[in-house]
C-alpha cells in the first residue's frame, strides 16, 4: 500500500513498514516527506491490526540525508519581516514540522529504524524517535547542524541525550561528527549491527518477535517506559503501576493467563 509518493506505508501480516521514498536525493528531508511522514503515522496509529512498525529509506546509500538543501529553507518569509515578527511563525513552523517525528516517538507499537548507509542530521534525530535501532556495517550518524549555523531543531538536542547520555550527545552536537556504526553501537546508538544485506531481515525478524507477544502488554510496557523516563522513581513506578493495572483487567491478559494454567495442567498430568 503506497501512502505517498515521498513516504511510503505498507502493512502486512500486522508488521508495517515506513520508506522515506527519495533514493535519488539521499531520503532527504522536504517538507512533502515531514507531511507523508505524519500521515503515515496517523495511519498506523489507527490500523488495530499493527503490533510493530519498521521505519526505512529507500536504496541502500542513505537512510536520510538530513535536510534537502537543494529545496532549501521550508519557511518562506516575505522580505522586510523584523526579528520580533519572525520569530513566533519560525517557532510555530518548526513545531509543526517536529510534529511528525513526535507522531513516530508516540506510536503505541514499537518502532524499529533499519538504517543503511548515511543517517545525517534530521534523519539522527529521526532514529532518535524510534525504540530501536538495527544499522548497517556502512551505516554513519552524524548531527552536523551547528556546521550550517543552527541548532538541532527536529528534538535532536532533546531526545539524542536520552539515547546515548548528556556528554556524548553533547560532543557529537558540539562538534558536527560523524561516527561508524561500531561506534554508534558502543554508545547505544545502535541496538545492532548487521550487512547491509541482512537489516532489513534482522528487523523484521525483531518486528515478528515483537509482534508475537501480547500485543496490550507491549504497547503498555511502551507507555510506561516512556511516561516514567523523565519522572523521579516513585514516579516512574507509579506510571509503571497504572498502566500495569489496565493490562491485568484486559480479556487479552485474562485469556493468556487461562492458556498458560492448562498448559501447566496439561503438563503435569503427562508427566
Known amino acids: 500500500m503506497s501512502h505517498g509518493n515521498k513516504v511510503l506505508l505498507e502493512i502486512k501480516d500486522s508488521i508495517a513498514l515506513i520508506t522515506l521514498n527519495k533514493p535519488d536525493r539521499l531520503n532527504a528531508l522536504d517538507l512533502g516527506v515531514w507531511m507523508e511522514l505524519g500521515s503515515a503515522a496517523d495511519a498506523v496509529e489507527a490500523d488495530p491490526k499493527v503490533r510493530a512498525a519498521v521505519l526505512t529509506g529507500a536504496g541502500d546509500r542513505a537512510f536520510c540525508a538530513g535536510l534537502d538543501l537543494k529545496e532549501g529553507s521550508t519557511l518562506r518569509l516575505e522580505e522586510g519581516y523584523s526579528p520580533a515578527a519572525a520569530l513566533p511563525r519560525i517557532q510555530e513552523h518548526l513545531r509543526r514540522l517536529r510534529a511528525s517525528f513526535d507522531l513516530i516517538e508516540s506510536l503505541r ?43 538541532p531543531d527536529m528534538g535532536g538536542t532533546q531526545r539524542l541525550p536520552k539515547v546515548i547520555g548528556i556528554g556524548k550527545a553533547k560532543e557529537l552536537i558540539y562538534s558536527g561528527r560523524s561516527i561508524d556504526a561500531q561506534e554508534a553501537l558502543r554508545i547505544g546508538l545502535l541496538n545492532e549491527v548487521w550487512a547491509k544485506d541482512r537489516v532489513m531481515e534482522r528487523s523484521y525478524a525483531l518486528a515478528r518477535e515483537i509482534a508475537a507477544n501480547a ?19 516513585p514516579a516512574g513506578l507509579a506510571v509503571e503501576t497504572a498502566r500495569a493495572a489496565e493490562v491485568l483487567l484486559s480479556e487479552d491478559a485474562r485469556e493468556i493467563r487461562s492458556a498458560a494454567v492448562r498448559k501447566k495442567e496439561f503438563s503435569f498430568r503427562g508427566r
Open 215 to 233: 500485543p496490550l502488554a507491549v504497547q503498555a510496557a511502551k507507555k510506561a517506559i516512556n511516561g516514567g523516563w523523565n519522572q523521579t522513581l
Open 109 to 151: 507499537v514499537p518502532v524499529i529504524a533499519a538504517i543503511q548507509g548515511h543517517c545525517v542530521g534530521g534523519g539522527t534525530e529521526l532514529i532518535c524517535c524510534c525504540d530501536l535501532r538495527i544499522g548497517s556495517e556502512d551505516s554513519r550518524f552524524s548531527i552536523p547542524e551547528v556546521k550550517l549555523g543552527i541548532v
